[in-house]
T-cell receptor, first 115, second 114 residues
Framework: DAMVIQNPRYQVTQFGKPVTLSCSQTLNHNVMYWYQQKSSQAPKLLFHYYDKDFNNEADTPDNFQSRRPNTSFCFLDIRSPGLGDAAMYLC??????????????FGDGTRLSIL | DQQVKQNSPSLSVQEGRISILNCDYTNSMFDYFLWYKKYPAEGPTFLISISSIKDKNEDGRFTVFLNKSAKHLSLHIVPSQPGDSAVYFCAAPDISGNTGKLIFGQGTTLQVKP
């Protein structure tokens, strides 16, 4: 009964070769998030979409882009992956934004390795 | 300053005993806290939350306590089971902007021994 689905689960790419990670949701949530998590660290937000409105975190490198063609899908594009971009990438959704809010629902992540 | 800290990277308890996972935060304006559980090779799964207007929230074997004056919360698991072995993250929604992003602690790895 997966609700937030990330593909692929494991991705290996070459240094500098563009890569796209995919996230889909069956929850019909308005908000979709992309987090980066490196070993033994807390997940760190890269950006999020509220409906079609894109919101980039100030410290997210320009190398990272995102697309949300419809409510269900969101993509993370890494234009020129460097060794430092090797990490777990987590997609999450929430119905809305609000400090009292609803918990975010996470996918199982994509583990990205850079050769 | 918005930080959430989990100062114990790991915890080991015996099956059937209580597990207590701790979390501290820096901003007294946080109004909502969440605990997530994460198994290896899976994404974080929401476990339990607490609003700042409460000091306790219970759901089955899981209870979260909030001490606002100390800026501290804890997750109690009673009784602990081997299937509870996972990484536990506490988190709070960012209040500085309307992003809804979660600010996570670094996580505590719980091992429950049979």
């Amino acid at each position: 009964d997966a609700m937030v689905i990330q593909n692929p689960r494991y991705q290996v790419t070459q240094f500098g070769k563009p890569v796209t990670l995919s996230c889909s949701q069956t929850l019909n949530h308005n908000v979709m998030y992309w987090y980066q998590q490196k070993s033994s660290q807390a997940p760190k937000l890269l950006f999020h979409y509220y409906d079609k409105d894109f919101n980039n975190e100030a410290d997210t490198p320009d190398n990272f882009q995102s697309r949300r063609p419809n409510t269900s899908f969101c993509f993370l594009d890494i234009r020129s992956p460097g060794l430092g971009d090797a990490a777990m990438y987590l997609c999450a959704t929430s119905r809305d934004i609000g400090s009292l809010g609803q918990p975010q629902h996470f996918g199982d992540g994509t583990r990205l390795s850079i050769l | 300053d918005q930080q959430v800290k989990q100062n114990s990277p790991s915890l080991s308890v015996q099956e059937g005993r209580i597990s207590i996972l701790n979390c501290d935060y820096t901003n007294s304006m946080f109004d909502y806290f969440l605990w997530y559980k994460k198994y290896p090779a899976e994404g974080p799964t929401f476990l339990i939350s607490i609003s700042s207007i409460k000091d306790k929230n219970e759901d089955g074997r899981f209870t979260v306590f909030l001490n606002k004056s100390a800026k501290h919360l804890s997750l109690h698991i009673v009784p602990s089971q081997p299937g509870d072995s996972a990484v536990y993250f506490c988190a709070a929604p960012d209040i500085s902007g309307n992003t809804g992003k979660l600010i996570f602690g670094q996580g505590t790895t719980l091992q429950v021994k049979p």
